[in-house]
């Protein structure tokens, strides 16, 4: 199975700032790229944690005594970090968004270059779809999942469309999807809303969002003082939130102070603004156009 070459790799695992025996987090396993680096520094006492909910991923779990996977969503992360007696842990890298194997693979219904069907379940425990989201939800509810989650101008447009399509026969793959919006479309940008659509839907599929707030959220209990978190995002939503929890503790971005009005944050950033790839690494992963890097230390 092919996944993505790891995305601004060098630079997360610097980040990182590894001791040879700390335990770490790989939230986001995948192809396990990350982690191999991670493991090239850990001595025997090390340990690492890797947590996938697509179960795809395990197998590219490495033969080697100090990995515990955790085929589950990273929102569950201290659970099982307690679980298996690796609190607290010395740093956490999260690395967002979808896997090439995942877009990839016709059925999962990622791609909006292959047709298969309206699947878009990164865990194939869960039960919603994205089949459940289109012919299911009401006109207003996808309006706003279009706009918010796919930041999409004409979002009514796609809704309406939507709605007036299903009533004849409802959505099962992904083409028949395309086919029912592209009256919505400018030819000229017949990809980009395409994929802001999938995007909107894959993200309430997965519930994305809400599993990023409860994870960061979890990384200011489990992490160690001067432990690292390091998060890689490709939409602005993500780096949104990532931002303004490292900056301020939340996901509003205002800074709550206590009653000797000292402000109420766990971590500092490392590096104030997001790291971005250069140019020739863009050039060789295409993917990695869109990535932001963000660092922190906890305090």
Do not use: W
Request: net charge positive; proline share 3%; charged share 30%.
């Amino acid at each position: 199975m092919m996944y993505h070459n790891p995305v601004l790799l060098n630079k997360s695992i610097e980040g990182l700032n590894i001791t040879k025996e700390g335990i770490y987090v790989d939230a986001t396993f995948g192809g396990g790229g990350h982690s191999r680096a991670i493991l090239s520094r850990l001595g025997e006492e090390g340990s690492l944690v890797v947590f996938d909910q697509d179960s795809d991923a395990e197998a590219n779990k490495p033969d080697d005594q100090r990995v515990i996977f955790v085929n589950q969503n990273f929102r569950y992360l201290k659970n099982f970090l307690r679980l298996y007696d690796k609190l607290p842990v010395d740093g956490i890298l999260a690395d967002l968004g979808v896997s090439s194997h995942q877009f990839d693979e016709a059925d999962r219904g990622f791609s909006i270059r292959k047709n298969g069907p309206l699947d878009m379940r990164m865990s194939r425990k869960q039960t919603q779809s994205a089949a459940d989201v289109v012919n299911t939800y009401s006109e207003e509810e996808l309006n706003n999942i279009f706009r918010l989650y796919g930041e999409i101008k004409n979002s009514r447009c796609m809704a309406k469309l939507i709605v007036e399509n299903r009533r004849e026969k409802p959505f099962a793959t992904t083409f028949q999807l395309i086919q029912a919006v592209e009256k919505c479309i400018p030819s000229t940008r017949m990809n980009k809303m395409l994929a802001m659509l999938f995007q909107a839907i894959r993200i309430e599929v997965n519930q994305e969002l809400e599993a990023l707030k409860v994870f960061l959220e979890q990384t200011a209990e489990v992490l160690k003082p001067g432990g690292r978190l390091v998060v890689i995002s490709y939409h602005s939503l993500e780096d949104r939130l990532v931002k303004n929890f490292i900056k301020t503790g939340n996901f509003e971005g205002k800074v709550k102070k206590d009653f000797f009005g000292n402000n109420l944050v766990d971590f500092k950033a490392v590096v104030n603004k997001a790291i971005v790839p250069d140019a020739a690494e863009i050039e060789l992963n295409s993917r990695a156009r869109s990535a932001k890097l963000r660092i922190a230390e906890k305090l």
